[in-house]
Nanobody, 128 residues
């Protein structure tokens, strides 16, 4: 049974940094894509960043480009999302998701239907 467990959320001041982690049961190499989504209060869940396993191409939504970085550590079966220059609009529950589709078009990589496995989420709160 696939399990994705997020950790590392918390409260941080505006302008601060935080790294959230997603540990995968088994291996990250069991999937073709691993992504981070977030749900802000009162809003729909949105894709934040993704990494294509193997080629390690990375993808970001426009609002986090230059501030967030996704990476993975195969030895630890973990994917990280490093977040810098956080602002209150980054507040939300951050979810890790994994997909096993061989080919995904770039414009779809941050869309929920691509991903079949989801974690429970970790709360990130950025205070102003």
């Amino acid at each position: 049974q696939v399990q994705l467990v997020e950790s590392g959320g918390g409260l941080v001041q505006s302008g601060g940094s935080l790294t959230v982690s997603c540990t995968v049961s088994g291996s990250t190499s069991d999937f073709f894509q691993i992504a981070w989504f977030r749900r802000a209060p009162g809003k729909e869940r949105e894709g934040v960043s993704a990494i294509s396993i193997g080629v390690d191409n990375t993808y970001y939504r426009d609002s986090v480009k230059g501030r967030f970085a996704i990476s993975r550590d195969n030895a630890k079966n973990t994917v990280y999302l490093q977040m810098k220059y956080l602002n209150p609009e980054d507040t939300g529950i951050y979810y890790c998701a994994a997909g096993d589709r061989l080919r995904v078009e770039r414009q779809n990589i941050l869309r929920e239907p691509i991903y079949d496995y989801w974690g429970q989420g970790t709360q990130v709160t950025v205070s102003s």
